[in-house]
């Protein structure tokens, strides 16, 4: 029996656009806030993938509170 393979290592979405907006808190290239941006080196996949989901809500324009979390 061999033991199966280990999922790929997921990305980190940074874009080297590396500057937190001031009103939403979220770094303007790729979209995730400062607790984000931190937690992501140690973070589980299922952490990474929830962050990764939430990305592209974040990306259309919205109007956003502290942390990345809609008004």
């Known amino acids: 029996m ?4 280990s999922s790929p290592a997921l990305r980190s979405p940074c874009i080297n656009i590396c500057r937190i907006e001031r009103r939403s808190g979220l770094c303007e290239g790729c979209k995730r806030n400062v607790d984000e941006i931190m937690a992501w080196p140690t973070a589980s996949d299922e952490r990474k993938r929830a962050i990764l989901a939430a990305l592209p809500l974040r990306s259309v324009g919205r109007s956003w509170g502290r942390k990345g979390i809609p008004r």
């Open 2 to 5: 061999t033991a199966s393979p």
